[in-house]
């Protein structure tokens, strides 16, 4: 499934409270958003926990979805980020609230448009596959581990400046893999 | 004009979830009110989202998809996000991050005088390790010079002060280590209005701060 497949499904659980929307972007999603937990360390157990809460979040949450701000998969990531923390932590992590960001540039959608946005989603989603090894390692290391970029950098054993370098190397790639409106 | 800003790193911090609330706090405030750092913030979201979705699927249990089904219709429960009772005084400063930790309007916090300089007040957060407190600093007011074991993360709300010859106003973001010694001069007409969060003691330079020193009470 695209992600413009998946935001559409999204877009219409907030609008209709969809939920042969929310099963088509179940199936997408639990399955990827437990393999993320599992990879973070949580057990398999915690891991299916997370994923159902996650989803369950993705319901309550799908009317601040943006598909002018963010992909699919990109917002459904930030959902299980913050039920991570929200679980794991027991804190509450502030959030910048999408209804307190000031209005973007208008975005007009025109056919020239969606063309471009379809190009650069196709980019992003292939933007981590084309990153060096290097830069991936560390971007593993920090969201998989939950890692600070500091941490990340004792634990592969590599001056700071090198993991900042990664970092940056990493996200000027994914900047440039992105349309204006989503950056 | 916002012209501090917090360094790249710490937004990355920020995106992937391994900042500690506290410092997440001041993050995402500045955040909220820089439209430049929320660009790298939502740049780093969209490397975990590609992460997620060229990620290899593991299964999930049999019954999953009818269990969240049936709890589609719950209320949601332990939202933090209470509706603050806040006046438009409030939220035209505080940004929305920072309003559910306040819970009441600016005016109605327990505001505690320090000296004739300051007043500060304890934000409520469960992080060890941490003191977060919004300060009040008058107009004039000049800091003892001070320098800190950990870090100091300063987000300016109001009013504006000098430091080490750079201008800080609203929304600026500073971070201050054990290389920084430093020594701000409030030098707005109204009161400087700052959250500000330490992750450890501050050491003093001066040999007035003893007394005087806002950071040393957080
Ligand atoms: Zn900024």
Known sequence: MDNDHLSNL?????????????????????????????????????????????????????????????????????????KRIDMLRRENRPDVDI????????????????????????????????????????????????????????????????????????LSRMRAALPESQI | MINHHPPLELL??????????PVALAVASHASMCSDCRKQVDAVESLGGALLSSIEPEEVSKDALRSVMARLDEPEVGAMRCAAATNRETTEVVPEPLLPYLG??????????????????????????????????KPGAEMPSHTHVGTEYTLVLAGGYKDNGEQY??????????????????????????????????????AMGRLMNPFLRV
Not at chain 2, 106 to 116: E, K, Q, S
């Open chain 2, 104 to 137: 009441r309007g600016l005016a109605h916090l327990a505001w505690r005088g320090v000296g004739r300089k300051f007043d500060e007040v304890h934000l409520n957060l469960a992080a060890k390790g941490f003191k977060a407190s919004l300060m009040r600093l």
């Open chain 1, 99 to 170: 209804e307190d960001v000031p209005e973007r540039a208008s975005d007009a959608s025109s056919a020239d448009e969606d063309y471009q946005t379809r190009q650069t989603r196709d980019l992003l989603r292939h933007a981590m596959d084309e990153l060096p090894a290097d830069q991936v390692e560390v971007l593993q290391k920090a969201f998989f581990e939950d890692k600070s970029h500091s941490v990340v950098a004792e634990e592969l054993n590599l001056p700071l400046g090198t993991v900042k370098s990664r970092i940056r190397l990493a």
């Open chain 1, 10 to 82: 999204i877009v219409t659980i907030a609008n209709a409270g969809d939920r042969k929307a929310f099963a088509d972007l179940f199936k997408h999603f639990a399955p990827r958003l437990k393999a993320f937990a599992v990879r973070q360390g949580v057990g398999s157990t915690t891991a299916e926990e997370l994923m159902q809460e996650s989803m369950l979040s993705v319901w309550r949450k799908a009317h601040t979805f943006d598909p002018k701000r963010a992909t699919a998969s990109t917002w459904v990531f930030t959902i299980l980020r913050n």
């Open chain 2, 12 to 21: 990355f911090d920020y995106a992937t979830g391994s900042l500690p609330e």
């Open chain 2, 169 to 206: 106003g609203r929304g600026d973001f500073a971070l201050k280590d054990s290389s920084h010694e430093h020594r701000p001069i409030v030098d707005t007409d109204e009161p400087c209005l700052c959250l500000v969060v330490l992750d450890a003691p501050v050491k003093l330079t001066g």
